[in-house]
């Protein structure tokens, strides 16, 4: 089992930055692909960005490319997510989410096997 925390969320405004934060505990994320999703207030969760297990290769949704960057630091169990230029469609619960052993980088939601409780992150305009 696997335990994730997010925290980092907050008020901001637009063009601000902040920076998410995903600590897990219970066993290593070394093996797992680690995402991001966000859910915005009356609609579907949606894919944000996420780094395969071996840090080599990432990818985001069309609309945060070139402003959010994810990353991952094993050594501390921990998985980042930089946001910069924000703007009020941004603004959303944001959770951190852990797959299974060794999964590639496409899968879908559904395959990722550990979620956090999430952080709420507000971007005023």
């Known amino acids: 089992q696997v335990q994730l925390v997010e925290s980092g969320g907050g008020l901001v405004q637009a063009g601000g930055s902040l920076r998410l934060s995903c600590a897990a505990s219970?066993?290593?994320?070394?093996?797992?692909?680690m995402a991001w999703f966000r859910q915005a207030p009356g609609k579907e969760r949606e894919f944000v960005a996420a780094?395969?297990?071996?840090?080599?290769?990432?990818r985001y949704t069309d609309s945060v490319k070139g402003r959010f960057t994810i990353s991952r630091d094993n050594a501390k169990n921990t998985v980042a997510l930089q946001m910069d230029s924000l703007k009020p469609e941004d603004t959303a619960v944001y959770y951190c989410?852990?797959?299974?052993?060794?999964?590639?980088?496409?899968?879908?939601?559904?395959?990722?096997?550990?979620w956090g409780q999430g952080t709420q992150v507000t971007v005023s305009s």
């Open positions: 989410a852990a797959s299974g052993w060794l999964a590639p980088i496409s899968i879908p939601p559904r395959e990722y096997a550990y």
């Open positions: 219970g066993r290593t994320i070394t093996t797992s692909t």
């Open positions: 780094i395969h297990w071996s840090g080599g290769s990432t």
